[in-house]
């Protein structure tokens, strides 16, 4: 059955796109296409501002609570649908059905959720002297998304934009835009008013570009990588457009003299291989106390074993397809050149379909190439250290900054994720928080999203003296 669409959505419609340019979209797990999206033009890019432009006066106007009632609505029509959310994820992805249930729809949900319950609370305002400060909303958003979570990064955008009273034009990936046409058909189920939310799908150097520098976006809200955060930073900087990014990552996990290394270990591996390492966040350079090093070596190698790589949609498999063959290739690259000492890399996958084994390395070079760059794919680096100070000072070698863990006595442990420069570090396993602050530090990209942060980046503030 062909997934296709041929619409883009605009001022509350489909409505058909200028021209009838397509994209097709491939099932990574088998090489078979599955349908094609529209391939949006400029000048679609164009009529949805131009509708996003007209609803955000009514909307910004509404207030915070009826703005989270109708992203109320639009959870119950999304959460309707969490079945062919999975389903899409896992055939353009290759997302394995149990990431594909719990975190691919799962979180989505939970985000939205969160944000018509956030917007439902007192609005807050604040009187410093003479002058109350209000928040209102920064104008008309242009979201452009990535592949690896495909509906997450979309809905962690837009449910912010939306409770704010921003109206947003979104541009999903061009290479998993299925997922996000369910988000707007619940849109336009739970009957969001006209303009509010846009969608034109096509590729970055056109639509992503349009949008990226058209005139009347007041703010761009990015989460892709570093190079492409650049381009659109040099595109917004002409008009002064707030942009806010959400970029690459190569972070530590760093297992101390006192960690409960088995543990410490296993969790590491699974973090590093999650959404075969697709991941922003992914823990992908395991920085392990020496007195440690050749045990964490073995258990991380022997775990490895234990990640069954092929079809998404068996119930035994852990790491699907990376999500295209040029994305497989690179990773083939940085494994080929990796210079260090392989202990896991040489399982079983099928011939058929963009498939990586999982891969680890032990013995890296911190300053090398594996342990500086982004790999997207299932690649963990061992590297040994000597002591706290030195643990912080390699966690730290990376022009990146976007996560990390810590494993080890409370305290000590606590000291060196206070010493990390990320956005995010998890002490001994914490789990990961939906409404804390997400975003990174130098590289890994500019403001936060999620929960009340999330919320404050769709936000002007305004002091009114009196
Ligand atoms: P990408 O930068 O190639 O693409 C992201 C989006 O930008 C896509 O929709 C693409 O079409 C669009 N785009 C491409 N060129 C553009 C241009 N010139 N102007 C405007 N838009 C353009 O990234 P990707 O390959 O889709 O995703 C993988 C990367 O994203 C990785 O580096 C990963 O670390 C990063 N990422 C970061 C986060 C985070 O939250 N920090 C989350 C997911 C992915």
Not at 105 to 132: K, M, Q
Not at 170 to 187: G, I, N, Q
Not at 421 to 431: E, K
Request: aromatic residues 6%; hydrophobic residues 45%.
């Amino acid at each position: 059955m062909s997934l296709s669409r041929d619409k883009i959505y605009l001022d509350g419609s489909w409505v058909p796109p200028s021209s009838g340019e397509t994209i097709p979209v491939e099932n990574p797990a088998t090489e078979e296409i599955l349908g094609h999206v529209p391939a949006g033009a400029a000048e679609d890019v164009d009529r949805a501002v131009a509708a996003a432009r007209r609803a955000f006066p009514g909307w910004a106007q509404t207030s915070m609570a009826e703005r989270g009632a109708v992203l109320g609505k639009l959870h119950e029509s999304l959460a309707a649908r969490a079945g062919d959310i999975a389903r899409t994820v896992g055939l353009e992805l290759g997302a394995p059905l149990k990431v594909a249930k719990s975190v691919q729809a799962g979180l989505p949900l939970l985000v939205l959720r969160g944000y018509a319950d956030l917007a439902a609370e007192p609005v807050r305002e604040e009187t410093i002297g003479n002058s109350l400060v209000v928040h209102e909303p920064v104008g008309v958003v242009g979201a452009i998304t990535p592949w690896n979570y495909p509906l997450h990064q979309v809905v962690a955008k837009v449910a912010a934009a939306l409770a704010a009273g921003c109206t947003v034009v979104l541009k999903p990936s061009e290479l998993t835009p299925l997922v996000a046409y369910l988000l707007f058909d619940a849109a336009d189920e739970a009957g969001l008013p006209p303009g509010v939310l846009n969608l034109v799908p096509g590729t970055g150097p056109v639509v992503g570009a349009a949008l990226a520098g058209h005139p009347d976006v007041d703010m761009v809200s990015f989460t892709g990588s570093t190079a492409t955060g650049r381009a659109i930073t040099h595109a917004a900087a002409d008009r002064i457009a707030r942009v806010s990014l959400e970029l690459g990552g190569k972070s530590a996990n760093v297992i101390l003299e006192d960690a409960d290394v088995t543990r410490a270990v296993k969790v590491g591996v699974a973090n590093a291989f999650l959404n075969s390492g697709q991941t922003c966040t992914a823990w992908t350079r395991m920085l392990v106390h020496r007195s440690h090093y050749r045990a964490a070596v073995e258990i991380a190698a022997a775990a490895a074993a234990t990640y069954p790589t092929g079809d998404p949609f068996d119930e035994g498999t852990r790491l699907g397809p990376l999500v295209s063959a040029a994305q497989r290739d690179r990773v083939r690259g940085f494994i080929a050149r990796a210079g260090a000492r392989q202990v896991a890399g040489d399982a079983a996958v099928p011939d058929r379909g963009h498939f990586v084994a999982p891969t680890v390395f032990a013995d890296v070079d911190p300053a090398s190439e594996l342990a500086q760059e982004e790999v997207f794919g299932p690649v963990l680096s061992i590297i040994e250290f000597d002591s706290d100070d030195h643990a912080v000072e390699i966690a730290n070698n990376s022009r990146y900054g976007l996560a990390g863990g810590v494993w080890g006595s409370e305290d000590r442990a606590m000291a060196v994720a206070r010493r990390m420069r990320t956005g995010a570090v998890d002490v001994n396993g914490g789990s990961f928080n939906p409404v804390a602050p997400f975003g990174g530090y130098k590289q890994s990209g500019l403001g936060r999203e999620l929960g009340p942060y999330g919320l404050a980046e769709f936000q002007q503030t305004k002091a009114i003296q009196r």
